[in-house]
């Protein structure tokens, strides 16, 4: 069965200095990858993807992510954090746009 | 170009009784799915519709049910609701086949 973990409930960094978020999946074939940001009381905005290819995706406002078959992980970085980016990430595992399953989220924290 | 719309945006009912909420995909998008999302937790998958069939279901019972009309819009029922039932209900659009959802910002759903 396909699943996905988040270890990492809440993370606190200060701005400008640099963030990654780990994601660790199950999944019986190639998966497919997926990072999303909500933002409270939004809806999920997708941040990248991965189907195939290179391991490592470029995202929109400045993140990356870097699939690694042998751990099994889909780990979400950004070199710099804004204020902004303040939100709840989560990661996702799925084939395509059928039965999504998403981790449990971590909640970043940016301080000033 | 309106993107996903959910209404309504908050909704407040008593256990037993029965809510409807709808959904309007994003012009173009034809795939619709419906998530739960528990206080401090992922989305969790529902079903999905396409050409007015349910096409896919995850782990929900029977008193979840939903229905997409000819303009692609679906609405999602809960009947007999239990006080386990509060959350956010996320729908998302999608194009057949196509690996990109689009998040509405979701009706949180209190049941008292």
């Known amino acids: 069965a396909q699943s996905v973990t988040q270890p990492d409930i809440h993370i606190t960094v200060s701005e400008g200095a640099s963030l990654e978020l780990r994601c660790n999946y199950s999944?019986?074939?190639?998966?497919?990858l997926f990072w999303y940001v909500q933002s409270p009381g939004q809806g999920l905005q997708l941040l990248l993807k991965?189907?195939?290819?290179?391991?490592l995706v470029q995202g929109i406002k400045g993140f990356e992510a870097e699939f690694k078959r042998s751990q099994s992980s889909f780990n979400l970085r950004k070199p710099s954090v804004h204020w902004s980016d303040a939100a709840e990430y989560f990661c996702?595992?799925?084939?395509?746009?059928?039965?999504?399953?998403f981790g449990a989220g971590t909640r970043l924290t940016v301080k000033p | 170009d309106a993107g996903v719309t959910q209404s309504p945006t908050h909704l407040i009912k008593t256990r037993g009784q029965q809510v409807t909420l709808r959904c309007s995909p994003k012009?173009?998008?034809?795939?619709v799915s419906w998530y739960q999302q528990a206080l401090g937790q992922g989305p969790q998958f529902i079903f999905q519709?396409?050409?007015?069939?349910?096409?896919q279901r995850g782990n929900f019972p029977d008193r979840f049910s939903g229905h997409q009309f000819p303009n692609y819009s679906s609405e999602l029922n809960v009947n007999a609701l239990l006080l386990g039932d509060s959350a956010l209900y996320l729908c998302?659009?999608?194009?057949?086949?196509?690996?990109?959802?689009?998040f509405g910002s979701g009706t949180q759903l209190s049941v008292l």
């Open positions: 998302a659009s999608s194009l057949a086949g196509g690996e990109k959802l689009f």
């Open positions: 996702a595992v799925g084939a395509g746009n059928n039965d999504m399953r």
């Open positions: 519709y396409y050409e007015e069939e349910e096409r």
């Open positions: 012009s173009g998008h034809d795939t």
């Open positions: 991965y189907f195939s290819g290179d391991t």
């Open positions: 999944y019986g074939a190639t998966p497919y």
